[in-house]
């Protein structure tokens, strides 16, 4: 079936960096591209940005440019998330998720992620 | 930048009928879609586009919207509908995705 199965949890110190995988299987991995949304405890959804694993295109939130990286391996269908120098606020889970639903009807534009990862804990604490 | 607006909370009696809003600019270019996310789970398309379901999501479920405000309606909710929701569509324009703050609904 089609799905998307992340890394583990990770525990990091201010400053460090952390690299998150996303495996997609049942699918053709270069024809969606992934978005990255994490969520803190007890808190929303907050999009990060988007890969297109096809061309390697990559779209941050501002919030985040400079400090994320997502990058993939075509070859093991995999992406990837890097945020750097962690604050004690990037505490969350993080979710790969792909959009299979995007395009425009008649009237108007759409956009659902259809397929999530499991999330991936990431703890950042000295 | 655009922002959608949703609810923090609303409650509906089992089995009666519920509205959840989404309100936004990007709204009036962008169907809304809406997912369900239950504690420690990951969030679960339940809506797309003027008013489809994905596979598998019952037909309780159903989205509609007018101008800015996109809507989710349960009509005859259940017990295990009880989750946070959640809106998003892409800002206006069209290079960012957005997330409205959630919903938590409780069924009664």
């Known amino acids: 079936q089609v799905q998307l199965v992340q890394s583990g949890a990770e525990v990091k110190k201010p400053g460090a960096s952390v690299k998150v995988s996303c495996k997609a299987s049942?699918?053709?991995?270069?024809?969606?591209?992934i978005n990255w949304v994490r969520q803190a405890t007890g808190q929303g959804l907050e999009w990060m940005g988007w890969?297109?694993?096809?061309?390697?295109?990559?779209g941050y939130v501002q919030k985040f440019q400079g400090r994320v990286t997502m990058t993939r391996d075509t070859s093991i269908s995999t992406a990837y998330m890097e945020l750097s120098s962690l604050r004690s606020e990037d505490t969350a889970v993080y979710f790969c998720?792909?959009?299979?639903?995007?395009?425009?009807?008649?009237?108007?534009?759409?956009?659902?992620?259809?397929?999530w990862g499991q999330g991936t804990t990431v703890t950042v604490s000295s | 930048s655009s922002e959608l607006t949703q609810d923090p909370a609303v409650s509906v009696a089992l089995g009666q009928t519920v509205r959840i809003t989404c309100q936004g600019d990007?709204?009036?270019?962008?169907?809304a879609s809406w997912y369900q996310q239950k504690p420690g789970q990951a969030p679960i398309l339940v809506i797309y586009?003027?008013?489809n379901r994905p596979s598998g999501i019952p037909d309780r479920f159903s989205g509609s919207s007018s101008g800015n405000i996109a809507s989710l309606t349960i009509t005859g909710a259940q017990a295990e509908d009880e989750a946070d929701y959640y809106c998003?569509?892409?800002?206006?324009?069209?290079?960012?995705?957005?997330f409205g703050g959630g919903t938590k609904l409780t069924v009664l």
């Open positions: 998720a792909r959009p299979g639903y995007s395009g425009y009807d008649s009237e108007n534009y759409y956009y659902g992620l259809d397929v």
């Open positions: 890969m297109n694993p096809n061309s390697g295109d990559t």
């Open positions: 998003n569509s892409r800002d206006n324009s069209g290079n960012l995705v957005i």
């Open positions: 586009g003027k008013n």
């Open positions: 049942g699918y053709t991995f270069t024809s969606y591209d």
């Open positions: 990007s709204l009036r270019s962008y169907y």
